[in-house]
């Protein structure tokens, strides 16, 4: 079957880093994509990687490792507007879009 | 670029009526468009897809009956609740993308999402 795993919650501070990973196995890859989303609201398009290696974009960069189904989101200079949750998907040989769970991310002061 | 509307935001509606939800791509042209559903601290679930121009593909336990969806043009899909019950109540989201299946990859925009409760 199908799987993206990603934890269901973590918790950082305001400034600090927040690393949040994700493996998935699939039929096919096509590329891994993460959104955020804030309660109650819809997803909006973080970053898509089809690639090995880092996108940096901002605050925000994204990893892939294709050879071990792993990717990872990291948030730099944390602020509490980036609490929400963040979904990481990836799009199989069908290109569908396999969705994980999402993590909740709790911003601190 | 790349901005989805949904319409209305919020909708409110008596046990058996038919609901009508709009997605609309506004800046480009959506081959294929999504219509997913969420339930309160759930992961989105994957309702349907559709490609304009053709019969919409249901997910697994979807009612195509009761889920009606239409993709007219290459900017507009429309959802429609039938025979709507509480248990329909739900966050129900579109998206877009300008890649058709075996065309290429393409991102989903999402629309802001459309919330029914049903009485």
């Known amino acids: 079957g199908q799987n993206i795993d990603q934890p269901t919650e973590m918790t950082a501070t305001e400034g600090a880093i927040v690393q949040i990973n994700c493996t998935y196995q699939?039929?096919?890859?096509?590329?891994l994509f993460w959104y955020q989303q804030h309660a109650g609201e819809a997803p909006t398009f973080l970053s898509y990687?089809?690639l090995d290696g880092l996108e940096e974009k901002g605050r925000f960069s994204s990893f892939l490792s294709r050879s071990k189904g792993y990717s990872y989101l990291l948030l730099k200079e944390l602020q509490m507007k980036d609490s929400a949750s963040y979904l990481c998907?990836?799009?199989?040989?069908?290109?569908?879009?396999?969705w994980g769970a999402g993590t909740k991310l709790i911003i601190k002061p | 670029g790349a901005v989805v509307s949904q319409h209305p935001s919020w909708v409110i509606c008596k046990s058996g009526t038919s609901v009508k939800i709009e997605c609309r791509s506004l800046?480009?042209?959506?081959?294929?468009m999504f219509w997913y559903r969420q339930f309160p601290k759930q992961s989105l679930m994957l309702m349907a897809t559709?490609?304009?121009?053709?019969?919409?593909?249901?997910e697994q336990g979807v009612e195509k009956d009761k889920f009606l969806i239409n993709h007219a043009s290459l900017t507009l899909s429309t959802l429609t609740v039938t025979s709507a019950h509480p248990e329909d109540s739900s966050f129900y989201i579109c998206?877009?993308?300008?890649?058709?299946?075996?065309?290429?990859?393409?991102?989903?925009?999402f629309g802001p999402g459309t919330r029914l409760t049903v009485l």
């Open positions: 998206s877009a993308s300008s890649a058709s299946g075996s065309s290429g990859v393409d991102t989903q925009y």
């Open positions: 800046d480009f042209q959506a081959t294929t």
């Open positions: 559709s490609n304009e121009g053709s019969k919409a593909t249901y």
């Open positions: 699939t039929s096919g890859f096509n590329g």
């Open positions: 990687n089809v």
């Open positions: 998907a990836v799009m199989d040989s069908n290109y569908q879009l396999i």
